[in-house]
T-cell receptor, first 112, second 114 residues
């Protein structure tokens, strides 16, 4: 069965530091991969997606992710964290069907 | 362009009751998916509707049912509510039911079952 594992339920960084949120997927077919962000009491907003074009995907708000098939990973990074980046981040996969399969999420805290 | 909207925003029900949640899709989108997000968890897929027909279903019992209307808005109905049904219910719309299509989410309906 297809699944997504997000390593680290909580990540804390200082403002200006590198953000790295980890996501590994399990899929028997080439997947489509997504990162969504959820702010408190809100729905999910798409940050970026991988659809088998470029392996390095750039998204909104300075985030990017790299698809590594050999490592079955799609980690999310941002060079310099901002206070406004504090939120819940979800990695998701749609291996072949139309349902998004989400990881359990990673809470990002940013301190000044 | 109006995004995905959901109503109501909050709802309190008692065990055994029935509830209907509503979703208006983004303009031009013919596909609506529903997800349940329990506290501290990632969203879980309930089902998807495409052009008024169910187009896939997750591991949820039959007391979770849905509808899609000709204008592509949608309803989620839950019968015989249980305490574990307390969650944030998210609706998402997309241009078509393809796996690479972005699903755009509404703000959700928070349901509390007492």
């Amino acid at each position: 069965a297809q699944s997504v594992t997000q390593l680290g339920s909580h990540v804390s960084v200082s403002e200006g530091a590198l953000v790295l949120l980890r996501c590994n997927y399990s899929s028997s077919v080439p997947p489509y991969l997504f990162w969504y962000v959820q702010y408190p009491n809100q729905g999910l907003q798409l940050l970026l997606k991988y659809t088998s074009a470029a392996t390095l995907v750039k998204g909104i708000n300075g985030f990017e992710a790299e698809f590594k098939k050999s490592e079955t990973s799609f980690h999310l990074t941002k060079p310099s964290a901002h206070m406004s980046d504090a939120a819940e981040y979800f990695c998701a996969v749609t291996p072949a069907g139309t349902a998004l399969i989400f990881g359990k999420g990673t809470t990002l805290s940013v301190s000044s | 362009e109006t995004g995905v909207t959901q109503s109501p925003t909050h709802l309190i029900k008692t065990r055994g009751q029935q509830v209907t949640l509503r979703c208006s899709s983004q303009s031009g989108h013919n596909t609506v998916s529903w997800y349940q997000q329990a506290l501290g968890q990632g969203p879980q897929f309930i089902f998807q509707y495409y052009r008024e027909e169910e187009n896939g279903r997750g591991n949820f019992p039959p007391r979770f049912s849905g509808l899609q209307f000709p204008n592509y808005s949608s309803e989620l109905n839950v019968n015989a509510l249980e305490l574990d049904d307390s969650a944030l219910y998210l609706c998402a719309s997309s241009l078509e039911p393809a796996p690479q299509e972005t699903q755009y989410f509404g703000p959700g309906t928070r349901l509390l079952v007492l």
